[in-house]
Protein backbone atom coordinates (compact mmCIF):
# COMPACT_ATOMS: atom_id res chain seq x y z
CA UNK A 1 0.00 0.00 0.00
CA UNK A 2 1.52 3.29 -0.74
CA UNK A 3 0.78 6.80 1.26
CA UNK A 4 0.38 9.69 -0.42
CA UNK A 5 1.52 12.52 0.61
CA UNK A 6 2.22 16.28 -1.09
CA UNK A 7 5.08 18.64 0.95
CA UNK A 8 5.15 22.37 0.04
CA UNK A 9 7.02 25.62 1.01
CA UNK A 10 6.29 29.25 0.64
CA UNK A 11 8.10 32.53 1.62
CA UNK A 12 7.70 36.33 1.01
CA UNK A 13 10.83 39.43 1.76
CA UNK A 14 9.04 42.36 2.23
CA UNK A 15 11.28 45.11 1.14
CA UNK A 16 11.69 48.86 0.25
CA UNK A 17 12.87 50.36 -2.71
CA UNK A 18 14.58 53.82 -2.24
CA UNK A 19 15.21 55.77 -5.03
CA UNK A 20 18.75 57.77 -5.63
CA UNK A 21 19.21 61.23 -4.44
CA UNK A 22 21.78 63.20 -6.44
CA UNK A 23 25.07 63.47 -4.60
CA UNK A 24 23.71 61.97 -1.61
CA UNK A 25 22.56 58.63 -1.85
CA UNK A 26 22.53 55.66 -4.59
CA UNK A 27 19.25 53.38 -5.51
CA UNK A 28 19.13 50.83 -3.21
CA UNK A 29 17.06 48.27 -2.23
CA UNK A 30 16.49 47.03 1.30
CA UNK A 31 14.31 44.80 3.48
CA UNK A 32 11.24 46.78 4.95
CA UNK A 33 12.50 48.44 8.19
CA UNK A 34 9.77 47.40 10.72
CA UNK A 35 9.62 43.41 9.99
CA UNK A 36 13.14 43.00 8.80
CA UNK A 37 13.30 39.48 7.97
CA UNK A 38 12.12 37.15 4.95
CA UNK A 39 8.73 34.96 6.29
CA UNK A 40 7.06 32.18 5.54
CA UNK A 41 6.15 28.72 6.35
CA UNK A 42 5.91 24.98 5.06
CA UNK A 43 3.74 21.79 5.38
CA UNK A 44 2.67 18.13 4.33
CA UNK A 45 -0.29 16.80 3.95
CA UNK A 46 -1.67 12.96 3.29
CA UNK A 47 -4.00 12.67 0.78
CA UNK A 48 -5.72 9.51 -1.09
CA UNK A 49 -3.58 9.97 -4.08
CA UNK A 50 -6.43 10.95 -7.01
CA UNK A 51 -5.64 13.73 -8.80
CA UNK A 52 -8.90 14.86 -9.79
CA UNK A 53 -7.98 18.16 -12.01
CA UNK A 54 -5.46 19.16 -13.76
CA UNK A 55 -4.14 16.80 -16.22
CA UNK A 56 -1.00 15.70 -15.28
CA UNK A 57 0.82 12.09 -17.03
CA UNK A 58 4.81 11.57 -17.37
CA UNK A 59 5.25 14.79 -15.63
CA UNK A 60 3.90 17.33 -18.14
CA UNK A 61 0.55 18.39 -17.91
CA UNK A 62 -2.37 20.09 -19.86
CA UNK A 63 -3.42 23.72 -19.58
CA UNK A 64 -6.70 24.44 -17.88
CA UNK A 65 -8.34 27.69 -19.26
CA UNK A 66 -9.44 30.68 -17.07
CA UNK A 67 -11.77 32.38 -19.02
CA UNK A 68 -14.21 34.52 -17.71
CA UNK A 69 -16.62 31.04 -16.78
CA UNK A 70 -13.68 29.76 -14.97
CA UNK A 71 -11.90 26.47 -14.68
CA UNK A 72 -12.24 24.33 -11.62
CA UNK A 73 -9.25 24.04 -9.72
CA UNK A 74 -11.17 22.01 -6.67
CA UNK A 75 -13.98 20.60 -5.71
CA UNK A 76 -15.95 19.59 -2.43
CA UNK A 77 -13.39 16.85 -1.47
CA UNK A 78 -10.22 18.50 -2.31
CA UNK A 79 -7.43 18.26 0.07
CA UNK A 80 -4.69 20.42 -1.72
CA UNK A 81 -4.52 22.86 -4.92
CA UNK A 82 -1.84 24.40 -6.64
CA UNK A 83 -2.54 26.94 -9.34
CA UNK A 84 -0.21 28.79 -11.87
CA UNK A 85 -0.73 31.49 -14.25
CA UNK A 86 1.58 31.07 -16.82
CA UNK A 87 1.47 34.44 -18.43
CA UNK A 88 0.35 33.09 -21.65
CA UNK A 89 -3.35 33.23 -23.16
CA UNK A 90 -5.00 30.00 -23.52
CA UNK A 91 -4.61 28.02 -26.69
CA UNK A 92 -5.45 24.81 -26.52
CA UNK A 93 -4.35 22.00 -23.93
CA UNK A 94 -0.90 21.45 -24.77
CA UNK A 95 0.18 24.87 -26.45
CA UNK A 96 0.35 28.26 -25.00
CA UNK A 97 -0.57 31.53 -27.00
CA UNK A 98 0.63 35.21 -26.66
CA UNK A 99 1.98 36.68 -23.62
CA UNK A 100 -0.24 38.33 -21.34
CA UNK A 101 -0.17 40.69 -18.06
CA UNK A 102 -3.60 39.89 -17.61
CA UNK A 103 -4.54 39.27 -14.40
CA UNK A 104 -6.52 35.51 -12.93
CA UNK A 105 -8.85 35.80 -9.95
CA UNK A 106 -8.86 32.53 -7.89
CA UNK A 107 -12.30 32.25 -6.67
CA UNK A 108 -14.31 30.01 -3.61
CA UNK A 109 -17.82 29.53 -4.41
CA UNK A 110 -18.82 32.78 -5.45
CA UNK A 111 -16.10 34.63 -3.56
CA UNK A 112 -13.07 35.97 -5.28
CA UNK A 113 -10.21 35.94 -2.70
CA UNK A 114 -7.02 36.11 -4.50
CA UNK A 115 -5.43 37.54 -7.78
CA UNK A 116 -2.23 36.00 -9.76
CA UNK A 117 0.11 38.05 -12.32
CA UNK A 118 2.16 36.45 -14.84
CA UNK A 119 4.25 33.62 -13.32
CA UNK A 120 2.59 34.01 -9.87
CA UNK A 121 1.43 30.85 -8.11
CA UNK A 122 -0.22 29.60 -4.76
CA UNK A 123 -0.94 26.43 -2.93
CA UNK A 124 -4.62 26.76 -0.52
CA UNK A 125 -3.52 23.69 2.04
CA UNK A 126 -7.94 22.46 2.14
CA UNK A 127 -7.21 19.93 4.45
CA UNK A 128 -10.72 18.76 4.36
CA UNK A 129 -12.04 21.30 6.63
CA UNK A 130 -13.34 23.31 3.95
CA UNK A 131 -17.26 23.32 3.29
CA UNK A 132 -16.51 24.87 -0.42
CA UNK A 133 -18.15 23.05 -3.13
CA UNK A 134 -16.03 24.80 -5.81
CA UNK A 135 -12.48 26.65 -6.74
CA UNK A 136 -12.34 28.12 -9.94
CA UNK A 137 -9.60 30.39 -11.95
CA UNK A 138 -11.16 32.90 -14.16
CA UNK A 139 -10.55 36.01 -16.03
CA UNK A 140 -12.45 39.23 -15.67
CA UNK A 141 -13.10 39.79 -19.51
CA UNK A 142 -11.43 39.47 -22.38
CA UNK A 143 -8.72 36.56 -23.82
CA UNK A 144 -9.28 33.31 -21.88
CA UNK A 145 -5.30 32.72 -19.62
CA UNK A 146 -3.46 29.57 -19.60
CA UNK A 147 -2.82 27.90 -15.92
CA UNK A 148 -0.80 25.19 -14.58
CA UNK A 149 -3.08 23.57 -11.77
CA UNK A 150 -2.75 20.48 -9.19
CA UNK A 151 -5.94 19.13 -7.06
CA UNK A 152 -5.49 16.29 -5.03
CA UNK A 153 -7.88 14.53 -3.15
Known sequence: MATYKIRWSVSAT???EVDDVDDA???TVTLQETIRKSIGGSGELTHGGDVTHGEWDGGENEYGEASTSGVTIGVSTTQFIWVKHTGYEYSDATTLGDATTTRIKIY???ECFASLGAGEAMVIP???VSTATSYKAKTASGD???VEHLELD
Do not use: Q
Open 14 to 16: PIV
Open 25 to 27: SLA
Open 108 to 110: IDA
Open 126 to 128: VGG
Open 144 to 146: AIA
